[in-house]
C-alpha cells in the first residue's frame, strides 16, 4: 500500500513540473515571439525614418535644381538668376490685375479685327433726282420754279470707314431762266425773258464723314464737302440762239451734301455752287440744288 502511494505522489509531482515547465516554454517562446515583431516594427519603423528622410533631401535637392515658384520672382540674365527679391500679396495682385488689363485688351483687339472684317468698306449705287437752277444773285419765286426744274441721273463707287471718299459720274439737265432788255419797239416789252434747257455731264467727287453709322456702317447719316467737273453736252433751241459754243467748255462746282441711309436705300441733297460763269459774258455762275434717291449694292 505504501508503494502504491508513493508511486501516485512521483506520478503527480512528475506531472506537476512537466506542466510548469511547459508553461514557462510556452511564456518564453510567446515572449520570443512579440520581442522578434517589436524588433521587427522597430527596424520597420527605421527605414520608415530613413526613406523619409532620403525623399526630403531627394526633394530639396530637385527644388536646388529646379527652383519652383513659391511666391518669388526670379530674374534671369543669360544664365545666372537671381531670386532675390520676395513679392507680397499687392504685388501677386497687380500682377493679376496687369494679366487681366492685357486679357482685356487682346479681346477689345479681336473685335476691332472681327468689326473690320464684317464692315462694309466698299459700296457701289445708283441714283434719280430732281433740281432747280438758278444764277448767282437771282431771286427765284414760286411762278418760276416749275420752269426751272430739271433732273439728274448717276453712279458712284464709295470707300472707306467713317471717313469715306466717294466718285461717280452725272448727267444733269438743267433749265435756267434768261433775259435780256428788250429795244421797246415790239408790244413794248423791255426785256426778252425765256428758259434755256441744257444737259450737262458731272464728275462728282466727295469726301465724307458718317456721323452716325450702324454696326456695319450700311445705315448711317452722312455730311460731305466735294468738287465736280461740269462740261455741257446739248442745249436746247432757244430765243436767244445761244448754242454750246455760247456757253464755256468747263466749270468746276463746288459740293456740299447732306445724306441718310437706310440699309440699301439711301436719300441725299446736294448743292452745286458755280465758281465760273457758264456764259462767257455776263453774270452765269449757276447755283443747282437737288434731291436725289438712290439704291446701294
Do not use: W
Given at each position: ?18 506542466i ?10 510567446r ?8 524588433r ?31 511666391n518669388?520672382?526670379?530674374e ?92 461717280g ?56 464737302l ?34 441718310f441711309d437706310?440699309?440699301?436705300i439711301?436719300l441725299?441733297?446736294?448743292y ?26
Amino acid at each position: 500500500m505504501k508503494i502504491l502511494s508513493k508511486t501516485i505522489l512521483l506520478a503527480a509531482s512528475v506531472c506537476t513540473t512537466s506542466i510548469v515547465f511547459g508553461q514557462q516554454n510556452s511564456y518564453d517562446e510567446r515572449y520570443d515571439q512579440y520581442d522578434r515583431s517589436s524588433r521587427r516594427d522597430e527596424r520597420r519603423d527605421d527605414r520608415r525614418v530613413d526613406d523619409r528622410l532620403d525623399e526630403r533631401r531627394d526633394f530639396n535637392r530637385r527644388t536646388q535644381e529646379e527652383p519652383r515658384y513659391n511666391n518669388r520672382y526670379e530674374e534671369q540674365r543669360g544664365n545666372s538668376r537671381r531670386a532675390d527679391r520676395m513679392y507680397d500679396e499687392r504685388d501677386l495682385s497687380r500682377a493679376y490685375d496687369e494679366g487681366y488689363e492685357d486679357g482685356q485688351r487682346g479681346q477689345e483687339i479681336s473685335e476691332r479685327q472681327e468689326h473690320h472684317q464684317n464692315y462694309k468698306h466698299f459700296t457701289f449705287g445708283v441714283y434719280a433726282g430732281a433740281n432747280s437752277t438758278r444764277f448767282e444773285g437771282e431771286t427765284v419765286d414760286g411762278k418760276d420754279l416749275t420752269g426751272r426744274l430739271g433732273y439728274q441721273l448717276g453712279f458712284f463707287v464709295r470707300g472707306g470707314g467713317r471717313i469715306y471718299g466717294q466718285i461717280g459720274a452725272e448727267y444733269l439737265t438743267s433749265s435756267s431762266q434768261f433775259f435780256k432788255p428788250g429795244d421797246g419797239q415790239v408790244t413794248g416789252v423791255k426785256d426778252i425773258t425765256a428758259n434755256i434747257d441744257q444737259r450737262y455731264l458731272h464728275i462728282p467727287a466727295y469726301i465724307g464723314v458718317k456721323v452716325a453709322q450702324s454696326e456695319r456702317g450700311i445705315s448711317g447719316i452722312r455730311l460731305a464737302l466735294g468738287a465736280e467737273y461740269a462740261t455741257p453736252l446739248s442745249t436746247d433751241k432757244n430765243d436767244f440762239n445761244l448754242g454750246n459754243a455760247d456757253f464755256q467748255a468747263a466749270t468746276i462746282n463746288g459740293l456740299a451734301g447732306l445724306g441718310f441711309d437706310a440699309g440699301p436705300i439711301m436719300l441725299d441733297f446736294v448743292y452745286h455752287y458755280g465758281f465760273a460763269d457758264v456764259l462767257s459774258s455776263g453774270n452765269s455762275k449757276r447755283r443747282i440744288l437737288g434731291v436725289n434717291l438712290g439704291f446701294k449694292f
